[in-house]
């Protein structure tokens, strides 16, 4: 009973790098969302998908995108590191609006 | 953005105390949800409220949805050592477009 799976754990990038955060879900869960956590400031909405084929802007999109690849996968890029990008990033999913989001235990990313 | 506030920021307290948080906004919320973050772990949700007055419990925690709509808050009874964490209130707003608001948490920490 795996849940939300994201991948890697953790990551230090250099400044100008680009990444992938993977994050899968094996509850047949339509919407999906990525947060990010900073010390002090709670979860930041970056992007949604209410349902397979649509993606959605959240608080904090700048510096991202998103793919929802297919009902189970919804991966984060971010195509040139910045150091204001280091940060814990959460996958979440549910199968409507606020109805019990479940989320991954997190990818703590490093951006040098 | 919208905003809630989530008080208090932290607490320290013996073991077997009661425990007592609050969140509170300008705006109208049609669900309230509780969740705890362990650390090195995403958010599991503890109770999620659903009607204005609703007042649920889960063993030792009991979570209540304010009358006018605008707050909720959540005590734990006889407080464990496993309690420790930060707990964060969300909130989905009337006639929101799926984005939950989140609280910046409450740490909880248990004097020895």
């Known amino acids: 009973n795996a849940g939300v799976t994201q991948t890697p754990k953790f990551q230090v990038l250099k400044t100008g790098q680009s990444m992938t955060l993977q994050c899968a879900q094996d509850?047949?869960?339509?919407?999906m969302y990525w947060y990010r956590q900073d010390p002090g400031m709670g979860l930041r909405l970056i992007y949604y998908?209410?349902?397979?084929?649509?993606?959605d802007k959240g608080e904090v999109p700048n510096g991202y995108n998103v793919s929802r690849l297919n009902k189970r996968e919804f991966s984060l890029r971010l195509e040139s590191a910045a150091p204001s990008q280091t940060s814990v990033y959460f996958c979440?999913?549910?199968?409507?609006?606020?109805?019990?989001?479940?989320f991954g235990s997190g990818t703590r990313l490093t951006v040098v | 953005g919208q905003q809630l506030n989530q008080s208090p920021q932290s607490m320290f307290i013996q073991e077997g105390e009661d425990v007592s948080m609050n969140c509170t906004s300008s705006?109208?919320?049609?669900?309230w949800l509780w969740y705890k973050q362990d650390p090195g772990e995403g958010p599991v949700l503890l109770i999620a409220?659903?009607?204005a007055g609703e007042l649920t419990s889960n063993g030792r925690l009991t979570a209540q949805f304010g009358i006018t709509r605008k707050d909720s808050f959540l005590n734990i009874s006889a407080s464990i050592p496993s309690d420790v964490g930060i707990y964060f209130c969300?909130?989905?707003?009337?006639?929101?477009?799926?984005?939950?608001?989140w609280g910046a948490g409450t740490k909880l920490i248990i004097k020895p």
């Open positions: 979440a999913s549910s199968r409507g609006p606020a109805i019990s989001y479940t």
């Open positions: 509850m047949n869960h339509n919407s």
């Open positions: 998908s209410a349902s397979e084929g649509t993606t």
């Open positions: 705006s109208i919320f049609n669900t």
């Open positions: 409220l659903y009607k």
């Open positions: 969300a909130g989905l707003l009337k006639d929101s477009n799926y984005q939950l608001i």
